[in-house]
Antibody, heavy 119, light 112 residues
C-alpha cells in the first residue's frame, strides 16, 4: 500500500525559504522508473506542477519557478524534500506530493499541506 | 493561463452523460504525449481517474472514460451521479518552455 504525507510549516513570512518534506511508504525511490513530484493548488485555483525527482536523481522543475526550487531525495529515509526560496503571499497554497506512475500520471497523492505566506 | 484549456464548468442531471474537453497544442497533446485525468472532491486531494488517455485504474467505475484525438482529449461520464460532483483536471507533458508536466485549468462538474 502506497502512502505519502507532506510535512512542514503552515505559516512562513515573505522572503523566507519554505522547506517541505514528503515521507512515503509502500515503494522505493531506488526502483527504476519511480518518481515523486510536488504539485500545489492556491485556494480556489487550479493545480500547478512544481517539481519531480526520479529514482536515478534526475530532477525536473517548472520553468517559471526553477530559480526558486530545489528537490532532493533521501532514499534511506523514504523522503523527498522541496525547498522554495523567497516566498511571497502568492505562493499561499496547498502543497501536495505524489507518486508518479512509470508511464506518467500521479497515482498516489498525499493529503496536502496548506502553507500560508504572510507577515 | 493554463497550457491545457478546459471549460470552467459543465453540468448535467442525474443519469445523463457529460463530457469535459481538454484542448492543448502541438507541444503537448498533439505531440503524442499521454493525457491523464483527475477527480478532486471538495476538500480532498486529487484522485487519478484516467491514465494514458483511456485507461482506468482499478476501482474507477466504467462510467468514466477518456479519449484523445489530435490536440485534444475528452473525459466522458455516463450515468451521472450526485457523487460525481467535483473538479476535474487533465494533465499531460509539454515539450516547450512552458513546463514539463502541465495541468488544465480544471472543470467544475455540477450535478443538477
Amino acid at each position: 500500500q502506497i502512502t505519502l504525507k507532506e510535512s512542514g510549516p503552515t505559516l512562513v513570512k515573505p522572503t523566507q525559504t519554505l522547506t517541505l518534506t514528503c515521507t512515503f511508504s509502500g515503494f522505493s525511490l531506488s526502483t527504476s522508473g519511480v518518481g515523486v513530484g510536488w504539485i500545489r493548488q492556491p485556494p480556489g485555483k487550479a493545480l500547478e506542477w512544481l517539481a519531480l525527482i526520479y529514482w536515478d536523481d534526475d530532477k525536473r522543475y517548472s520553468p517559471s519557478l526553477k530559480s526558486r526550487l530545489t528537490i532532493t531525495k533521501d532514499t534511506s529515509k523514504n523522503q523527498v524534500v522541496l525547498t522554495m526560496t523567497n516566498m511571497d503571499p502568492v505562493d499561499t497554497a496547498t502543497y501536495y506530493c505524489a507518486h508518479q506512475r512509470t508511464l506518467g500520471g500521479f497515482d498516489y497523492w498525499g493529503q496536502g499541506t496548506l502553507v500560508t505566506v504572510s507577515s | 493561463q493554463s497550457v491545457l484549456t478546459q471549460p470552467p464548468s459543465v453540468s448535467g442531471a442525474p443519469g445523463q452523460r457529460v463530457t469535459i474537453s481538454c484542448t492543448g497544442s502541438s507541444s503537448n497533446i498533439g505531440a503524442g504525449y499521454d493525457v491523464h485525468w483527475y477527480q478532486q472532491l471538495p476538500g480532498t486531494a486529487p484522485k487519478l481517474l484516467i491514465y494514458g488517455n483511456s485507461n482506468r485504474p482499478s476501482g474507477v467505475p466504467d462510467r468514466f472514460s477518456g479519449s484523445k484525438s489530435g490536440t485534444s482529449a475528452s473525459l466522458a461520464i455516463t450515468g451521472l451521479q450526485a457523487e460525481d460532483e467535483a473538479d476535474y483536471y487533465c494533465q499531460s507533458y509539454d515539450s516547450s518552455l512552458s513546463g514539463n508536466w502541465v495541468f488544465g485549468g480544471g472543470t467544475k462538474l455540477t450535478v443538477l
